[in-house]
């Protein structure tokens, strides 16, 4: 399997896929593939979003932390993921702070 500009495939997915149907894996390789690329926006600004999404649909915390991972690995700063999670806040309100504390703690080192 490829990397695509340094974003690691969704391995539990496409294996998932796979038992499924290998067509669908196919699918979702070739999406990922399209999406998690640099383009108009780059990788490191796609993942912020993610990490946002991922926070305001409650993902379980192991996913946010792979998530914040990616995020960092493309180039996101500390002061980037703080301000993504305060954009969150103002959305979705203070809940979504509350469920961002293990991403905050991990920041700290």
Same mark, same amino acid.
């Given at each position: ?71 960092? %690995? ?9 301000? !993504?999670?305060?954009?969150? !806040? ?14 905050? %703690?991990?920041?700290?080192?």
């Amino acid at each position: 399997m490829s990397q695509t500009r340094g974003c690691k495939e969704p391995i539990e997915a496409l294996e998932i896929a796979e038992r499924i149907n290998p067509k669908l894996k196919d699918a979702i390789n070739a999406l990922y593939s399209f999406i998690w690329r640099d383009g108009a926006l780059p990788l490191k600004f796609k993942h912020l979003i993610a990490l946002a999404l991922s926070i305001c649909h409650g993902v379980e915390e192991k996913q946010a932390h792979k998530i914040l991972a990616r995020a960092l %690995e493309a180039g996101a700063t500390r002061e980037e993921i703080i301000e !993504t999670i305060l954009v969150v !806040t103002w959305f979705s309100g203070v809940p979504s702070l509350v469920a961002s504390r293990s991403i905050i %703690e991990s920041l700290k080192s």
